[in-house]
């Protein structure tokens, strides 16, 4: 049995060795280098594009949006987005114009020769000012997308005790170590393909069917250097770029960013505010919950109902209330579209519903265990949205966390003044996270994943990514354990739109928990074709291989098919809003420096149910790199703009990420309570270490020093003006 | 023309003098291993080796390496056998996306020959040069403090058990 073991992953020989090819490391001949001529306005029109004719243009290839032959967007949910600003750029950084030129720095030089005209125009980048502003970005009132959920009595007629809080928190970026980079070239029947760092190949493949106005193109993924979201949707727009450069030039393009650009440019976590008011019994039970919000959407739509939609279903928390009000805006303001990051709109609500059950315990004065414990759900009990919960977790990762944060901290040795003016807190956060697309979007998307059989070889196709969590060697556990085959036998075809079915995006995770399950049926499928060319009854795959007389490829296909067991209602938000739920337990240990506001990191213990562990060390590793994400949301990742919406601090010096010294011990604990859906009882794990870390930092902090933290990040500035 | 030894390979690289050593590596002498991450010294990404000391390559002119040893990622593995740390990265899942990885091997392959039983907070000042977003360090300082502690650790089965 392939299933719970923690097998080293099957691309790690190639990482370790550097032999592992990202698309910065491939070079075509004869390739040219692209760069981007970027907008310096917030809002303006673009009156003219000329070329500094004191710069020797020889050999360099300039691209506008008139270059384009098909639509001038990129196509997501909505049609939006331009690839090229074509007369109005609506936030800074918006991409104007392509320069291709035989060296990158040549090209990074002509883009500085570029001259833009603009014609200034209004804009804001207030999201709370945003809904109804005069300067319309987004259809007349500026909303993307505006959702509202209601369950029992109706808002403000329950009795009880009140407490009102206001939430708030700021961009993340992803900060994966690779920026993103694609290489587009020319193909001899005039298509057109692309290879390079992203999560989805079908969205990109999407996005230049629209915008060349063909098919005869395939999205390849290279090694891609992390995505956590950020290449969700964004290598989208490389590609398209690198695409019309590559058109235009008749050569390979290479289009990679540099840090500082990527940091300014690429999509981020949305910025939300919270309005939660809540009503409880005095012993602390939820007696009634309204929570609204806004979502600063940035200039264009991207991914952002969607976002929103997450965000909205996680907004009670892993708590019970029989009276509920759920409501939220996304807006769009003049800064750049903000996107996907790993949990997508929970780990927001997640900080704002855990901050207020700390104000709730505050207030009337018990444990903030205690009023967890009294509230968390249980198994059929229903969420916000009407759906009835089975397989819950909650008690289980509480127990689990609890019991393992008795044993003794490790000790500090890296701050030499530790313990002089030191604060020893510790805090506790719960959560729950929706494994899957929101509501039927399995349904929409029907994910396919194929399996090849060639002599004793099965070659699992699909285009479900691996950027790092383990793809490549979790399908081949799942594949081999169904098939009962050894794993040497199985291996993975490159993520390339000619060669593998289109599985969905690699995304809301869903990765190993839907299109694991696809392989798994795949794999039945398989035993199956086996049993009817050999018209032998036997399961066992080595007997059914010995007894096939033709050498031909075997292939099949499976389909993910509705089976019913996901009721969702998209116009009313009612049922069940996922297939299942993850639950976690985030307990921190952390010492703030009373005379600078630091918050050092002593230990971070995390019990997390992940129904099944296909691979254990795999799954600790998303679980270890999801909660260190977070608590450098928490405490030191800030995103600061300048006045026209543009990062300041577009560099690793001062986007502040966690290194190895600032990481805390770990200890994580993996909770298996399976899910009937999932490959072998397996949930999603992706997202859910992102969702309570930066609570539970909240709650230490408050309880070493009294200083009560309701926005993020918790900078040491703002712990020293709390305190 | 600069000169020196790449993985104890003699190599004479035409390149201009202040041209960044992780270009030379990269593009001329087709060493893909070592990766750019930020350009600017704080990522470790491009990690290399100069005579045995860690340096980010993409701070360092060419000319600096001139005559000297340079190691990189691919120079690790010797007669067809991972360094024990490469190894050590394997079995308890040091590496993820896979980006930072070369850096981060390089970087402890100085502080093991310096240190060869490095204790948590030791691995974890030296690397402290080093950005990784996927794993939150943990497996790596298990793989760097566990990479020479002797054959019969079952380092994987130990770090995370599944109950
Ligand atoms: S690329 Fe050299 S330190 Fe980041
Ligand atoms: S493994 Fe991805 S950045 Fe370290």
């Given at each position: 049995?392939?299933i719970?073991i923690?097998?080293p992953?099957a691309?790690g020989?190639?990482?370790v060795?550097?032999?592992?090819?990202?698309v910065?490391d491939?070079?075509?001949?004869?390739?040219l280098?692209?760069a981007?001529?970027?907008?310096?306005?917030?809002h303006?029109?673009v009156?003219a594009?000329t070329?500094?004719p004191s710069?020797?243009?020889?050999?360099?290839t300039l691209?506008t949006a008139?270059?384009?032959?098909?639509?001038?967007?990129?196509?997501?949910?909505?049609?939006?987005?331009p690839?090229?600003a074509?007369?109005?750029?609506r936030?800074?950084?918006?991409?104007?114009a392509l320069v291709?030129?035989?060296t990158?720095?040549?090209?990074?030089?002509?883009v500085?020769?570029?001259?833009?005209?603009y014609?200034?125009?209004?804009?804001?980048?207030?999201p709370e000012?945003?809904?109804?502003h005069?300067v319309?970005?987004?259809?007349?009132?500026n909303?993307f997308?505006?959702?509202?959920?209601?369950k029992?009595?109706?808002?403000?007629t329950?009795?009880?005790i009140v407490?009102?809080?206001?939430?708030?928190?700021?961009?993340q970026e992803?900060l994966?170590?690779e920026?993103?980079?694609?290489?587009?070239?020319p193909?001899e029947?005039?298509g057109m393909?692309?290879?390079g760092s992203?999560q989805?190949p079908?969205?990109v493949?999407?996005a230049l069917?629209?915008?060349?106005?063909?098919?005869?193109?395939n999205?390849?993924?290279a090694?891609?250097?992390g995505?956590?979201?950020?290449k969700?949707?964004?290598?989208?727009?490389v590609a398209?770029?690198?695409?019309?450069?590559?058109l235009?030039?008749?050569?390979?393009?290479?289009?990679?960013?540099?840090r500082?650009?990527?940091?300014?440019a690429t999509t981020?976590r949305?910025?939300?505010i919270f309005?939660?008011?809540s009503?409880?019994a005095?012993?602390?039970r939820l007696?009634?919950?309204?929570a609204?919000?806004i979502?600063d959407?940035?200039?264009?739509n991207?991914?952002?109902?969607v976002?929103?939609s997450?965000?909205i279903?996680?907004?009670t928390g892993?708590?019970?209330?029989e009276?509920?009000h759920?409501?939220?805006?996304?807006?769009a303001?003049?800064?750049?579209?903000n996107g996907?990051f790993r949990?997508f709109?929970?780990?927001?609500?997640?900080?704002?519903?855990?901050?207020?059950?700390?104000?709730?315990?505050?207030g009337?004065?018990?444990?903030?265990?205690?009023l967890r414990?009294?509230?968390?759900?249980r198994?059929g009990?229903t969420?916000?949205?009407?759906?009835?919960?089975t397989d819950t977790?909650?008690?289980?990762?509480?127990?689990a966390?609890?019991?393992a944060?008795?044993?003794p901290?490790?000790?500090?040795?890296?701050?030499?003044g530790?313990?002089?003016?030191?604060?020893r807190?510790?805090g506790?956060?719960?959560?729950?996270h929706g494994?899957?697309?929101?509501g039927?979007g399995e349904a929409?998307i029907?994910?396919?994943?194929?399996?090849?059989l060639?002599g004793?070889?099965?070659?699992?196709l699909t285009?479900?990514?691996?950027i790092?969590?383990?793809?490549?060697?979790i399908?081949p556990?799942?594949v081999a354990?169904?098939?009962?085959?050894p794993?040497?036998w199985?291996d993975?075809?490159?993520h390339d739109?000619d060669l593998v079915?289109?599985?969905?995006p690699t995304v809301?995770?869903?990765t190993?928990?839907?299109?694991?399950?696809v392989a798994?049926?795949?794999a039945?499928?398989l035993?199956?074709a086996?049993?009817?060319e050999?018209?032998l009854?036997?399961?066992?795959?080595?007997?059914?291989?010995?007894a096939?007389?033709s050498?031909?490829?075997l292939?099949?296909e499976?389909?993910y098919?509705?089976?019913?067991?996901?009721?969702w209602?998209?116009?009313?938000?009612?049922g069940?809003?996922?297939p299942?739920?993850g639950?976690?337990?985030?307990i921190v240990d952390?010492?703030?420096?009373?005379d600078?506001?630091?918050v050092?990191?002593r230990?971070?213990?995390?019990?997390t149910?992940?129904?099944?562990?296909?691979?254990?060390?795999?799954a600790?590793?998303q679980l270890?790199?999801g909660?260190?994400q977070?608590?450098?949301w928490a405490t030191?990742?800030?995103?600061?703009?300048?006045?026209r919406?543009?990062?300041?601090n577009?560099?690793l010096t001062?986007?502040?990420?966690?290194?190895?010294?600032?990481?805390?011990?770990?200890?994580?604990l993996l909770?298996e309570i399976?899910f009937?859906g999932?490959?072998f009882?397996?949930?999603?794990i992706?997202e859910?270490?992102?969702?309570?870390?930066?609570?539970?930092v909240a709650?230490a902090?408050?309880a070493?020093?009294?200083?009560?933290?309701d926005n993020?990040?918790?900078t040491?500035e703002?712990?020293?003006?709390a305190? | 023309?600069?000169?020196?030894t790449?993985n104890?390979?003699?190599v004479?690289l035409?390149?201009?003098p202040?041209?960044r050593l992780?270009?030379?590596?990269?593009?001329?002498?087709?060493?893909t291993g070592?990766?750019?991450?930020?350009?600017?010294?704080?990522?470790?990404?491009?990690t290399?080796l100069i005579?045995?000391v860690?340096?980010n390559?993409?701070?360092v002119?060419?000319?600096q390496?001139?005559g000297?040893?340079v190691?990189?990622v691919?120079?690790l593995?010797?007669?067809?056998?991972?360094?024990?740390?490469?190894?050590?990265f394997?079995?308890?899942?040091?590496?993820?996306?896979?980006?930072?990885t070369?850096?981060?091997l390089?970087t402890?392959?100085?502080?093991l020959?310096?240190?060869?039983?490095?204790?948590r907070?030791?691995?974890?000042?030296a690397?402290?040069g080093?950005l990784?977003?996927?794993?939150?360090?943990?497996k790596?300082?298990d793989?760097?403090?566990?990479?020479l502690?002797?054959?019969?650790v079952?380092?994987a089965a130990?770090?995370t058990?599944a109950?």
């Amino acid at each position: 049995m392939t299933i719970g073991i923690g097998i080293p992953r099957a691309d790690g020989a190639a990482k370790v060795t550097g032999r592992a090819l990202y698309v910065d490391d491939l070079r075509p001949e004869g390739c040219l280098y692209g760069a981007t001529v970027r907008s310096e306005r917030a809002h303006a029109t673009v009156l003219a594009i000329t070329l500094d004719p004191s710069y020797d243009w020889t050999g360099i290839t300039l691209v506008t949006a008139r270059d384009i032959p098909g639509r001038n967007l990129v196509a997501l949910i909505t049609e939006d987005q331009p690839a090229l600003a074509d007369g109005v750029v609506r936030h800074v950084t918006e991409p104007i114009a392509l320069v291709a030129a035989p060296t990158r720095d040549r090209a990074l030089e002509a883009v500085k020769h570029v001259q833009v005209t603009y014609g200034d125009l209004p804009y804001n980048l207030d999201p709370e000012a945003a809904e109804g502003h005069p300067v319309a970005i987004y259809g007349t009132d500026n909303v993307f997308k505006r959702i509202a959920i209601d369950k029992g009595a109706a808002a403000g007629t329950v009795a009880g005790i009140v407490h009102e809080g206001t939430y708030r928190l700021g961009l993340q970026e992803q900060l994966y170590i690779e920026p993103q980079g694609m290489i587009a070239s020319p193909r001899e029947d005039g298509g057109m393909t692309v290879i390079g760092s992203m999560q989805c190949p079908y969205y990109v493949h999407k996005a230049l069917k629209a915008l060349l106005g063909h098919d005869r193109l395939n999205a390849v993924q290279a090694a891609t250097g992390g995505g956590f979201g950020g290449k969700e949707d964004y290598p989208s727009m490389v590609a398209a770029h690198a695409a019309l450069l590559a058109l235009k030039t008749g050569k390979p393009v290479k289009l990679i960013y540099r840090r500082d650009e990527d940091l300014r440019a690429t999509t981020k976590r949305h910025p939300a505010i919270f309005r939660i008011r809540s009503v409880v019994a005095p012993d602390g039970r939820l007696l009634e919950w309204t929570a609204s919000t806004i979502f600063d959407g940035g200039a264009y739509n991207t991914l952002t109902p969607v976002v929103l939609s997450r965000g909205i279903l996680h907004l009670t928390g892993p708590y019970r209330c029989e009276n509920v009000h759920l409501s939220g805006v996304a807006v769009a303001t003049h800064t750049p579209p903000n996107g996907a990051f790993r949990g997508f709109g929970a780990p927001q609500a997640m900080w704002a519903v855990e901050r207020h059950m700390d104000r709730i315990a505050r207030g009337i004065g018990v444990d903030p265990l205690v009023l967890r414990r009294l509230n968390l759900l249980r198994d059929g009990d229903t969420t916000a949205s009407g759906g009835v919960l089975t397989d819950t977790g909650g008690f289980a990762v509480l127990d689990a966390a609890l019991a393992a944060a008795e044993a003794p901290l490790p000790p500090i040795t890296r701050h030499p003044g530790a313990g002089t003016n030191h604060a020893r807190g510790r805090g506790l956060a719960m959560v729950f996270h929706g494994c899957g697309f929101t509501g039927n979007g399995e349904a929409y998307i029907k994910g396919k994943v194929g399996l090849e059989l060639r002599g004793s070889r099965v070659t699992i196709l699909t285009a479900s990514t691996d950027i790092g969590q383990g793809t490549e060697t979790i399908f081949p556990q799942i594949v081999a354990a169904e098939l009962g085959v050894p794993l040497e036998w199985v291996d993975m075809a490159p993520h390339d739109t000619d060669l593998v079915p289109d599985s969905g995006p690699t995304v809301a995770s869903r990765t190993t928990m839907v299109v694991g399950g696809v392989a798994q049926k795949a794999a039945r499928k398989l035993r199956e074709a086996l049993q009817a060319e050999t018209g032998l009854a036997t399961g066992d795959i080595a007997t059914l291989l010995a007894a096939r007389t033709s050498s031909a490829p075997l292939r099949v296909e499976h389909q993910y098919i509705d089976d019913g067991s996901v009721q969702w209602n998209p116009d009313t938000y009612q049922g069940d809003a996922y297939p299942t739920y993850g639950w976690s337990c985030a307990i921190v240990d952390l010492d703030v420096d009373r005379d600078t506001g630091e918050v050092l990191y002593r230990r971070f213990i995390s019990a997390t149910d992940v129904g099944r562990a296909i691979n254990p060390v795999l799954a600790a590793g998303q679980l270890e790199g999801g909660a260190l994400q977070a608590l450098g949301w928490a405490t030191s990742e800030e995103v600061v703009l300048d006045a026209r919406g543009c990062m300041r601090n577009d560099r690793l010096t001062n986007y502040i990420i966690p290194t190895a010294a600032d990481a805390p011990e770990m200890v994580t604990l993996l909770i298996e309570i399976p899910f009937a859906g999932g490959p072998f009882g397996a949930k999603g794990i992706g997202e859910i270490p992102m969702d309570g870390p930066a609570a539970a930092v909240a709650q230490a902090i408050e309880a070493a020093t009294g200083a009560v933290l309701d926005n993020l990040p918790m900078t040491p500035e703002r712990v020293l003006g709390a305190m | 023309m600069i000169r020196f030894t790449v993985n104890d390979q003699d190599v004479a690289l035409d390149a201009p003098p202040m041209s960044r050593l992780l270009d030379v590596l990269r593009e001329g002498a087709r060493l893909t291993g070592t990766k750019e991450g930020c350009g600017e010294g704080e990522c470790g990404a491009c990690t290399v080796l100069i005579d045995g000391v860690a340096v980010n390559s993409c701070l360092v002119p060419a000319i600096q390496a001139d005559g000297c040893r340079v190691t990189t990622v691919e120079g690790l593995a010797s007669d067809g056998r991972l360094h024990p740390v490469q190894e050590a990265f394997l079995r308890f899942g040091g590496a993820q996306c896979g980006i930072c990885t070369p850096g981060f091997l390089v970087t402890a392959k100085a502080l093991l020959d310096a240190n060869p039983h490095p204790t948590r907070a030791e691995a974890r000042e030296a690397l402290a040069g080093n950005l990784c977003r996927c794993t939150g360090y943990q497996k790596i300082i298990d793989a760097v403090t566990e990479a020479l502690a002797g054959p019969d650790v079952d380092a994987a089965a130990t770090s995370t058990p599944a109950c």
